[in-house]
């Protein structure tokens, strides 16, 4: 079988954690939560420290949500938050996206959320979503889109940091570009009822301004992703602490705004719905 080829290019040092926690089923999958039902059974690919996996959970009281991740270490976070949440219905385990443990039509929903742009081969790792989702049931992916993010003032400092981060994925065998992607790689893995779209994250308040940018001076500075950047030879020590710069410097603006752009596809699989 398939195995992953590419290399996380984050890692979960603090500053990348404090985003990922921040992120919940309302502000990361809006675009599925209207189709989700009490009895189903889900599954979530990628789920990281598992906020968006909890949510989840306390939408399928009467069903069951099985999060999996590549890394076993975050999984102990993970299940600390669902612990924390007082929820039952939900367990964790290690799983490769290109090859998933599981057997076929097992699952009424299969989601990944910012997993398909780090992933060696985001065609074979929808092959397997597919697989194992139940007839009539939902395949739901959403990926950030790089160069589609935009910002305000300009800033070289913050086109420096997407061009060194564009560089740094694709080294590590990713798709930085993955959400306008994700409807072809669906259709190239044999998809054919796919919905797609797009939304936003928006940073405009001095409190978002301060936060988006704090955790991305660090992450530069201090994630698996500095180290990646130095030793793949892709920037310097100062380089890093340039791009940093940049990135206080624009938090500090009172007209400072970012968007994040993001690709969404909803997939139904052929058959009886679930």
Request: contains cysteine.
């Amino acid at each position: 079988m398939p195995k992953e080829t590419a290399v996380y290019t984050h890692g979960h040092h603090e500053s990348v954690l404090r985003s990922h926690t921040w992120r919940t089923a309302a502000n990361s999958a809006a675009y599925l939560l209207d189709s989700i039902q009490p009895h189903m059974r889900i599954l979530d690919i990628g789920c990281g420290p598992g906020t968006i996996t909890a949510d989840l959970a306390e939408l399928v009281p009467d069903g069951r949500v099985t999060g999996v991740d590549h890394a076993p270490g975050i999984l102990e976070q993970a299940r600390a938050t669902a612990g924390a949440r007082g929820l039952t219905n939900v367990e964790f385990a290690v799983a490769d996206v290109h090859a998933l443990d599981y057997p076929d039509d097992t699952f009424c929903v299969v989601h990944a959320h910012q997993v398909l742009q780090h992933v060696g081969d985001p065609v074979q790792a929808l092959r397997e979503m597919h697989r194992v989702t139940r007839p009539g049931g939902l395949i739901a992916a959403r990926d950030a889109d790089y160069a589609a993010m935009t910002w305000y003032p300009a800033s070289e400092g913050l086109e420096d940091w997407l061009d060194l981060y564009e560089r740094v994925a694709r080294a590590n065998g990713g798709e930085p570009d993955a959400g306008r992607r994700l409807l072809s790689w669906a259709l190239d893995a044999g998809i054919r009822e796919v919905t797609a779209g797009s939304s936003t994250w928006t940073f405009a308040t001095a409190e978002e301004r301060a936060w988006w940018s704090g955790l991305w001076a660090d992450r530069t500075l201090a994630s698996a992703y500095a180290d990646r950047a130095v030793e793949g030879g892709h920037t310097t020590s100062e380089g890093l602490r340039a791009v940093s710069r940049a990135w206080r410097e624009w938090g500090e603006r009172q007209n400072g705004w970012f968007a994040v752009l993001h690709g969404e596809i909803l997939c139904r699989k052929d058959g009886k719905d679930t």
